[in-house]
Structure formats: structure tokens, C-alpha cells
């Protein structure tokens, strides 16, 4: 498969202007992008031939510059296992991932992750693509998560992050009911003392905002919508928790559900996003599974 390239035709008013000039400009890349372009055999081209980011351009040239990876990556391990892909395009794709499963190899985890199977994946459907997640979940948590096929969507996208143009909300089923039963956590999380893993809501923390909204109750629990405005390690977890309505199934800030093996009552719902290249809204829902609706029919 041809790897990604960007293209732009220049209109009259951009006669003139030099190629760097519109890369940064007109296409948006980064300085740091253009120079890998440079570096790369034809990677910035005008009217098909390689072209230096000095030269100024004519009214309907066709500038392009290749944005795509040229080689795949080493640092991940191509290995078979399932992929429920509920969008892809040539520059992102939407996963729905399953609880249990680590997005990125790590100690104890080189070989049954996301990124494994996904560069499995690019490998039998001839992609040349690195793992590059936008967003990632913790192990165990379920849901939507988006994946950037090269390096200018993942720094577009990593850009839209927290702000209005990307947006999540998940849905949690937590022990006990919010009171209020809707409102705002305002409050700071740090590491907890003498722990590498657990946070804690602290003075000294990083800011912290959750939204959270009670849709339904039941068996002595809630399912909750939220959204985050920030994005602090186990932000949901320790914000519900602070409320004394810890997620079901978090062993770390609640209590363990044998109900659920491997995973904390978390799911991540809903995802919209603006599209890195062609700019389109996109959007896409992940129905809550079955073993967290059964928490509130107990």
C-alpha cells in the first residue's frame, strides 16, 4: 500500500508563497514534520518532482509531501488476536477494545496487547503503519479508543485532546448512588504515598474535572455518565471514589467483583472527533456490554 501523502493545489492567491510556507501554513505540519519530509527521498514534491522548501510556488501547481510511514516500526511485535474495528480510513481507525486487554506492550505484557494485534493487522493487510494510540484506556476498561495511521493525524489528533473538538464520555457503574445525583469534581490527584501505581486526591495535585450525570440505579448501584475535562492517570476512578462511589470492580480505590474477572465497571461510550486531514465531524457509540447491565439487574 502506497504510504500516506498529503496534497495541496495552489490557488491564486497563494502564488508566490514558498513550499515551506504553505506546508506550515496551508497543511498544517509541524516544523518537525516538514524536516522528516526532507529527509525522506521524495518526500516533498511539486508537480511530481522533489522540490526544496525554498522554491515559491505557481497558481496551480500541485504540491505534496509524504506523511506516511515508509517502514513499519520494530517496537512492536506483530502477533494474531482480535481486532473489533468500527471505523478505518487511511489516516485513523476506531477500536472497540475489549476489557482485559493492555493497549501497549509492557513488562508482563509483550505480546497479547492491542498494539500487537493491531500491527498484526496492518502487517496481513499490507499497511505500513507504527502503533501510534491517540487515547488509551487502562486494561480494564472497555470502549472506544482512536488510533492514528501516521505521524501528522497523531499530532493532530493529540491536539484536539481535551478540547471541544475531542470528545468522550464514558459510562461507569459505581457502588451506591452520587448525592447529588449530577454535578462536577473539582479535585486535584496525585500519586499516592509510597505507591508507583495509586492516585489520590490531594492539595498538591494536578487539576482535576470530572462531570458525571446518574442515568439509572439499581441493585444498590448507578450507572453513571461522565466526561472528563482533564486527562490525570485513573481520573475517573479516583474522582468516583473520592465521592465514596468507587466503580465496581476496582480493586484499587473499591473493592473486587467476582462478577468481573479482570476489569473495573468502566466503559468508555461515546467518541467524537474532528477528522486530522479532511476536517468532518465524526462520532461513534459503543453500547454498554451485557456483564456491566447485569450489575444493576442483581
Known sequence: MTPRRLTLMAA????????????RR???????LVKRAKRTPGGILLDGEPVFVTARV???????ILVGDTEAGEEVLPVPGPLD???????ILILNKPAGVAVHPGPGHDGDTLGNFLADYYKKTGQIARFRPVNRLDR???GLMCVAKHAYAHEKLKGQLHTPAFRRAYLAVCEGVPDPPRGVVDAPIGRAEGSLLKREVRPDGSTARTHYQVLETGAGRSLVRLELE???THQIR???AHLGCPLAGDFLYGREEAALPR?????????ALRHPVTGEALGWTASLPEELSALLRE
Open 140 to 142: 480494564g476498561t472497555s
Open 12 to 23: 491564486p492567491e497563494q502564488e508566490g508563497r514558498t513550499v515551506d510556507d504553505l506546508l
Open 238 to 240: 479516583v474522582h468516583m
Open 230 to 232: 482533564t486527562g490525570r
Open 58 to 64: 505557481r497558481e496551480g501547481q500541485v504540491l505534496s
Open 26 to 32: 496551508a497543511l498544517g505540519l509541524s516544523g518537525t
Open 85 to 91: 474495528i468500527v471505523y478505518e480510513d487511511e489516516d
Open 263 to 271: 476489569r473495573t465497571a468502566l466503559h468508555a461510550w461515546t467518541l
